[in-house]
């Protein structure tokens, strides 16, 4: 995938703002990465790491991360499911269901979750697994009304960044990609200093493992350097911020 590192993303802005706001995750948000299919000598990141350089500082940064039911029930994984449960009945992660909506909200998600599908795999009325997640995800967004969308889905996120949005019912909704968050915890100092290694290896290993990927993305350090460019302004301003971490909390 591409890194953005020439324009703002008018959905990071407003996280930085107010990080106390309403962020859906898509389920690769709580599946450790894995390209070893796909990456030649690559291999998958293991849960351990992944928990402690994703996760964790994910949970401990943002107070209202959530879910929607049909993706919580996409985890299959006994680690990744396991970890996702936890959080649920620790009350750290809300799970969006649709159920929620009275007669009138649904009538109106199930006719944006119709228009939203005719761009996807997915069919209401078989209620396949394909994108399934992403299109109910986007609906309740759509209906609650919620201002993102955190994803590492490429259907999803061209979705959201492509006109069609707008005649789609998603013009106010904002994609979320996971080098923004990996920015976000390192300049808000969300982690601990010997963890900051952590994001590095997590955005090397998205964004940086091939040939393409290395022409195309820059390195951790340009990365970080070219973020800082875009947003620094907008967080000196900001009133929003999280606590960083501190051996002392």
């Known amino acids: 995938m ?17 990080f106390a706001q309403q962020i859906p995750l898509d389920a690769n948000f709580f599946i450790p990465f894995d ?26 940064t943002f107070p209202y991360l959530s879910i929607h039911a049909s993706v919580f029930n996409e985890l299959v994984s006994g680690e990744s499911k396991k970890y996702a449960e936890n959080r649920r009945d620790q009350g750290n992660l809300i799970v969006m269901d649709d159920s929620e909506f009275d007669t009138n909200k649904e009538v109106y998600r ?16 078989l209620d396949n697994a394909d994108d399934r997640g992403e299109v109910k995800s986007l ?8 201002n993102f969308f955190a994803s590492h889905d490429s259907r999803a996120l061209r979705l959201l960044e492509s006109p069609i949005k ?3 019912g998603l013009a106010s909704v904002g994609a979320i ?3 923004e968050l990996l920015y976000y915890l390192r300049r808000m100092e969300m982690v601990e200093p010997d963890k900051v290694n952590g994001l590095k290896m997590m955005y ?6 091939t040939k393409k990927e290395k022409e195309n993305n820059p390195q951790w350090g340009d990365f970080y350097q070219l973020m800082d460019n875009l947003y620094k302004s907008e967080i000196i301003k900001s009133t929003g911020k999280p606590t960083p971490y501190s051996p002392y909390n």
């Open 35 to 60: 390209r070893s299919n796909t990456v030649k000598g690559s291999m998958a990141i293991t849960f351990s790491a992944f928990k402690k350089y994703w996760l964790d500082p994910l949970f401990v």
């Open 177 to 179: 990609e996971i080098y």
């Open 110 to 125: 199930k006719s944006v979750e119709k228009v939203i599908a005719a761009h996807t795999a997915y069919e209401p009325e």
């Open 204 to 209: 090397k290993y998205l964004y940086c493992l």
């Open 2 to 18: 591409k890194v953005n590192v020439t324009d703002q993303n008018p959905a990071l802005v407003s996280l930085i703002h107010n």
């Open 139 to 146: 609906a309740y967004i759509a209906t609650k009304p919620l």
């Open 166 to 168: 707008e005649k789609i």
